[in-house]
């Protein structure tokens, strides 16, 4: 059993529920991966949920304080009171004195604190300031940047609903008032009331109801149920549904994972319907139990955090060589030891980039806000890279593509004519369903003037439910007119419904379905398909009123009267959201449990190409080799399951492609776990969203188009800093090397190093609020590591021959080549090293000519003007013999413009030599 699968399976509930802001669930479900579950939760825990599934259920509620028709208001609110919000200790936030730390511990951090331990104890005062300061700057700013942003998401994930359906005995009053006037029926005073609430809300002894795609709020003994399916693949390890029941049948069971009338908290309701009492919540549930027994560990890390670490490590590598080469180099030609190992453990600190982890935070931070603006809710901010790379985006049809809002356009017989008939049944069949009722099903149910004819209250009484599931792509109620007789109504997919068909009706006759008559059926919805419109059969059958319960089995036999046609039109914003994300390289791809003639129609309507449309009986005969060339020559797959989503998905990531996959559905839960970056709705079923990294506020695909552009964005800015640091200290390294082989006197006292190094630091802060290039977005962009190491080879040498080029002026024209003159010689190289360590976060920061053909943002415009006039005050102003420094000639600047000049110059060649060569990205 693989449960790394797991692992993943069970990463969306627990990213919302928030269970430890370092990514718990790893930990949690190694230990599911025992043989012995049960014994990571206390014996008192699994014997009360043994002792719940063999109560009776009368005597279970007694015990919870509980009614057959739930709590009332205020008796919920007496056990909130009591048990508290239905969360697990670990949802509350860090203190703040861990959150400090965690901040802190990064290598960069302790590196620095190690650096200045020592620069203390050498007695080197000035130094340990400086390094102090620049651990307290990088450790706040990521702090108060970390704590902001942990408030945002906390207000965003407020914004997605999780709620449950509870049943509520004193808002029956409000709801036959309600009933009363709308439908002119009467009720009786004790019947119970359905209200969604929080599920942070639910309370020990409520009465949930539960349908396809719930989540289990909390752990639940069920009262009844109809064909209930569960997966438990979180808490197990089964890959298959479970089917729960009323009664336990083995009342030696000693596991309480393997109790058949119990629900666990996080897992999902798959197909049926039920209603369950709640027996435990928050910490006192089987997944609270085993979330405290937990240490907290850190989430594995994903794609873009291991090329962070790569870059990061590749960066400390390079010190760990280059420091021991400064100190002897300086040691040996300039005798001073103790000078030499202060000089080195300066140049540590400037080789070491403890600004990453704050401006990578800080920056997919901004990018979450930005995104939060355009409706658009980030989970998980890892996930914003991703989006920004994605090149594929796999979609459903309904709902996406097409309006949220489906027309009941026709009601027909069998020969395609209208007919009431159809519509009474139809309506008959989506009244009296309990499970996950979908848009066909609203659309019937609008149809107010049928319930007024029906009157289904007074005259139709509900006997029993066949849920549907994605197998056989219907479903059935049975209902009893005046209780004369059993009249089970089928409606579903045509083909489907077709295959449990022997007859059809032909106004009041009854015909055999013959393959003549077949084929005529198979016309009508044909041509019903072209127009655009989905057709769903309706069929039906009588029978004898000796029994109450119906299965599966039952559906045969039975005589097709007819269809109902739905218009799902295309949303205006469709064609051209489709058309601006294939002009920034994302290939949008239909996956869709719908027929190819509909799919094709509506594909047409916005503009895909829908010549070629793979369907799901395709893809099961395909091996994964044929089905790796499919995907790449097919972009409209229809007729698909869950499981051939999930593939689809998975085969085009073994492809090479970043690939995000949008679903609402509980069919799309497999596919959005399986996808880089799984994209739902805050409407979307419980599973679905819990599955998704990104939540849209609007089911659109202009909303999910400028998320892209968004998400590009801020992997570009990232990009921006990783590149200047890698550059820029190669060239700070090489130079240091050339001056301590050839100058008899340090070129820069370790102070000056890290004052410069301060200072550069602080202008990188606005690089999160810097413009990005149009070219930057239009394109998938993807993390490569490997590229940092060249590029800081080929810029890193041009900031060090313009350095190199300082030291000839200071040398020779101004004469600064003694002992005696070092302060001078120090003082023009710190104004010439800062000028161009600013300049290149400009240079860089776009492959353009800056200034001219690329502005950058006034925040980042500012921050760098700050630090130069800074840089240039501290020698000339009245700190300068603080800082050991001197005021330069004025004749000195002339030649500083003129080698800034230069080195903007031979920067823009380089660009745009590297660009054709190995291009920008």
Not at 34 to 63: H, N
Not at 309 to 338: Q, S, Y
Not at 593 to 598: A, C, I, P
Not at 888 to 903: D, R, V
Request: include cysteine; hydrophobic fraction near 45%.
């Amino acid at each position: 059993m693989n449960f790394n699968i797991l692992k993943e399976l069970f990463a969306g509930f627990i990213r919302t529920r928030g269970i430890g802001r370092h990514f718990r669930r790893l930990a949690l479900l190694d230990s599911f991966a025992g043989t012995g579950v049960s014994r990571e939760v206390p014996p008192s825990l699994s014997q009360t949920l043994i002792a719940a599934a063999k109560s009776d259920p009368d005597a279970l509620l007694k015990q919870l304080d509980s009614h057959p028709h739930g709590l009332s208001e205020a008796q919920a609110e007496v056990a909130r009171e009591r048990f508290g919000l239905n969360e697990v200790e670990q949802e509350k936030p860090l203190p703040w004195w861990l959150h400090l730390w965690h901040c802190y511990k990064t290598p960069f951090d302790l590196l620095l604190t190690l650096l200045a331990l020592i620069s203390y104890l050498t007695e080197d005062l000035k130094a340990t300031i400086v390094i102090g300061s620049m651990v307290v700057l990088s450790v706040m700013i990521r702090f108060w940047q970390e704590s902001k942003s942990n408030r945002a998401a906390d207000k965003l994930k407020a914004m997605v609903s999780n709620t449950a359906t509870v049943i509520r005995h004193d808002l029956a009053e409000d709801a036959m008032e309600e009933a009363r006037h709308y439908f002119d029926v009467q009720l009786h005073p004790k019947d119970p009331a359905k209200t969604e609430i929080p599920m942070k809300e639910l309370v020990p002894g409520d009465l949930v109801v539960l349908c396809a795609g719930d989540m289990i709020p909390g752990d639940c003994r069920v009262l009844a149920a109809k064909d209930l399916f569960v997966s438990q693949a979180a808490m197990t390890g089964e890959s298959l549904p479970v089917e729960k029941f009323v009664r336990q049948k083995d009342t030696d069971t000693a596991n309480p994972l393997e109790l058949e009338n119990i629900l666990f908290m996080g897992t999902n309701v798959v197909s049926g319907s039920a209603t369950a009492v709640v027996v435990s919540t928050g910490n006192r549930t089987y997944f609270g139990a085993l979330a405290q027994r937990v240490t907290a560990t850190d989430r594995a890390p994903t794609q873009f955090q291991s090329g962070v670490n790569k870059v990061a490590w590749l960066l400390i590598r390079f010190m760990f060589v280059m420091t021991p080469l400064v100190l002897f180099i300086n040691g040996f030609t300039k005798g001073d030891w103790t000078e030499a190992c202060l000089f080195a453990m300066s140049i540590a600190v400037g080789l070491t980039p403890e600004m990453l982890p704050m401006i990578v935070t800080s920056t997919l931070a901004k990018g979450a806000v930005i995104l939060s603006r355009q409706k658009v809710i980030v989970k998980r901010l890892d996930a914003i890279q991703n989006f920004g790379a994605m090149d594929v985006l796999c979609t459903d049809k309904t709902g996406t593509l097409t309006q949220d809002k489906i027309f009941l356009a026709h009601h027909t017989d069998v020969w395609g004519q209208e007919s009431d008939d159809v519509l009474e049944s139809a309506y008959l069949n989506s009244y009296y369903q309990t499970g996950l009722k979908n848009l066909l099903d609203v659309a019937v149910l609008e149809h107010v003037d049928v319930h007024k004819e029906l009157n289904p209250v007074v005259n139709f009484r509900k006997v029993d439910e066949i849920p549907f599931d994605f197998q056989r792509r219907r479903m059935s109620v049975v209902v009893a007119e005046h209780d004369e007789h059993h009249l089970l109504i089928c409606k579903g997919a045509v083909e489907e419904v077709l295959s449990v068909c022997s007859q059809v009706r032909h106004g009041d006759a009854i015909e055999a379905l013959t393959p003549e008559l077949l084929a005529r059926v198979r016309a009508v919805t044909a041509e019903l398909n072209e127009d655009g419109l989905r057709v769903v059969a309706v069929a039906s059958k009588e029978q004898p009123p000796t029994r109450e319960t119906y299965g599966v089995a039952d559906e045969a036999g039975l005589t097709l009267i007819g269809y109902v046609a739905f218009l799902d039109p295309p949303k205006e914003s469709t064609e051209p959201a489709l058309k601006a994300l294939a002009a920034h390289g994302v290939a949008v791809k239909v996956l869709t449990g719908d027929n190819e003639l509909v799919t094709a129609k509506i594909c047409r309507q916005v503009g895909l190409d829908a010549d070629t449309v793979l369907l799901g009986s395709h893809v099961e005969r395909m091996s994964d080799v044929e089905l790796a060339r499919a995907v790449e020559a097919h972009g409209i797959f229809a007729k698909l399951t869950p499981a051939h989503k999930e593939r689809i998905v998975r085969i085009l990531k073994a492809n090479g492609h970043v690939v995000g996959f949008m679903g609402d559905g509980i069919n799309d839960a497999p596919a959005l776990r399986t996808a880089d970056i799984g994209i739902s709705v805050d409407t979307a079923v419980d599973i679905a969203k819990e599955a998704a990294d990104i939540i849209l506020l609007e089911k659109s695909l202009m909303v999910l188009e400028e998320g892209v552009i968004e998400g590009r964005k801020t992997f570009a800015n990232m990009l921006k800093y990783i590149k200047m640091t890698a550059s820029s200290n190669f060239g700070n390294v090489f130079s240091v090397l050339v001056a301590s082989a050839f100058i008899p006197f340090l070129p820069m006292l370790p102070m000056h190093l890290l004052v410069q190094n301060l200072l550069y630091d602080f202008s990188q802060i606005a690089i999160p609020f810097d413009n990005v290039d149009e070219e930057l977005v239009k394109d998938p962009q993807r993390w490569n590591p490997g590229d940092i190491g060249r590029f800081m080879l080929f810029f890193g040498p041009v900031s060090s021959v313009f350095d190199i080029t300082t030291y000839l002026v200071m040398w020779y024209v101004f004469g600064a080549s003694t002992a005696e003159h070092q302060t001078l010689f120090q003082s023009g190289w710190f104004i010439e090293g800062l000028m161009t360590q600013t300049l290149v976060v400009h240079m860089i920061r776009t492959q353009k000519i800056p200034f001219i053909e690329s502005m950058p943002g006034l925040p980042l415009l500012m921050a760098t003007c700050l630090i130069m006039a800074i840089g240039i005050f501290i020698p000339m102003g009245p700190f300068a013999h603080y800082f050991k420094l001197q005021a330069l000639p004025l004749a000195y600047f002339p030649i500083l413009a003129a080698i800034l000049a230069g080195y903007m110059v031979l920067t823009q060649g380089m660009k745009r030599y590297y660009t054709r060569r190995f291009g920008w990205q």
